[in-house]
T-cell receptor, first 113, second 119 residues
Framework: QQPVQSPQAVILREGEDAVINCSSS?????VHWYRQKHGEAPVFLMI?????EQKGHEKISASFNEKKQQSSLYLTASQLSYSGTYFC??????????????FGTGTLLAVQP | GAVVSQHPSWVICKSGTSVKIECRSL??????MFWYRQFPKQSLMLMAT?????????EQGVEKDKFLINHASLTLSTLTVTSAHPEDSSFYIC???????????????FGSGTRLTVV
C-alpha cells in the first residue's frame, strides 16, 4: 500500500511557502523525497532515516515523525523552478538484497510568477 | 556520480510486437534494479525487481510472461514488453540504489525513462 500525500495539488505565487504531507498506514523506516518534472525522471531531494530527523538544503526541508508514520516537506520562498510533482517514498523489503522504493500518491506543485 | 542510462527515450511500435528497453548503471554496480511504470498524472508504480544472476520478482498484478526482465550483468538490466497492446502505452523508468557510501547523497537513482506508445 502506497503512502498518501496531501494536498493533491497546490498553486503558489513566487515567494510563497508550501507544506506537503506524506502519511503511511504501515511503519515508516525511512522517507525519501523526490521531485519530478513533466516527462522526466524523478530527481532525488533527500532521505530521512530516523524518527525526529529534520534535514534541508537551502529553502527545501523535511521532517520525519516515525511514531505518527508521517513526513512533511517544506518549501519556503518558492521559486518557479520548484514547480513539478513531489513524491515521498518509503522502503519495503524487496526480493533481493535491496529494499524496494514505494512512491506516495504525489503532489502537483505549480509556482506562478 | 550515480548515473543510470536508459534507452530508448521513446518508442512507437505496432500492436502485437515486442519492445526491449535497456537500463545501464554507468559508474556503479547494481545487483538490483527496479522497473516502474507511470501512467499520465499518476504516481510511479513498481512493476518488478531485477536481480543480477537470478529471476526477477514481480509485484502483484504484473504479468511476468508479458514483461520479461533480464539482469545479465552488474550494470545492465533489460525489460521486454512482449506482444504489446495499446493499454501498455506508458512511461517506463528503471532505478537502482547506489552503494552505502553515496546513499544519502543520491538515494535511488533513476534512468531518464522510456515513453512507449503502442499503435
Amino acid at each position: 500500500q502506497q503512502p498518501v500525500q496531501s494536498p493533491q495539488a497546490v498553486i503558489l505565487r513566487e515567494g510563497e511557502d508550501a507544506v506537503i504531507n506524506c502519511s503511511s498506514s504501515k511503519a515508516l523506516y525511512s522517507v525519501h523525497w523526490y521531485r519530478q518534472k513533466h516527462g522526466e525522471a524523478p530527481v532525488f531531494l533527500m532521505i530521512l532515516l530516523k524518527g525526529g530527523e529534520q534535514k534541508g538544503h537551502e529553502k527545501i526541508s523535511a521532517s520525519f515523525n516515525e511514531k505518527k508514520q508521517q513526513s512533511s516537506l517544506y518549501l519556503t520562498a518558492s521559486q518557479l523552478s520548484y514547480s513539478g510533482t513531489y513524491f515521498c517514498g518509503t522502503l519495503r523489503p524487496g526480493g533481493g538484497a535491496t529494499n524496494k522504493l514505494i512512491f506516495g500518491t504525489g503532489t502537483l506543485l505549480a509556482v506562478q510568477p | 556520480g550515480a548515473v543510470v542510462s536508459q534507452h530508448p527515450s521513446w518508442v512507437i511500435c505496432k500492436s502485437g510486437t515486442s519492445v526491449k528497453i535497456e537500463c545501464r548503471s554507468l559508474d556503479f554496480q547494481a545487483t538490483t534494479m527496479f522497473w516502474y511504470r507511470q501512467f499520465p498524472k499518476q504516481s510511479l508504480m513498481l512493476m518488478a525487481t531485477s536481480n543480477e544472476g537470478s529471476k526477477a520478482t514481480y509485484e502483484q498484478g504484473v504479468e511476468k510472461d508479458k514483461f520479461l526482465i533480464n539482469h545479465a550483468s552488474l550494470t545492465l538490466s533489460t525489460l521486454t514488453v512482449t506482444s504489446a497492446h495499446p493499454e501498455d502505452s506508458s512511461f517506463y523508468i528503471c532505478s537502482a540504489r547506489v552503494g552505502a557510501r553515496e546513499y544519502l547523497r543520491y538515494g535511488y537513482t533513476f534512468g531518464s525513462g522510456t515513453r512507449l506508445t503502442v499503435v
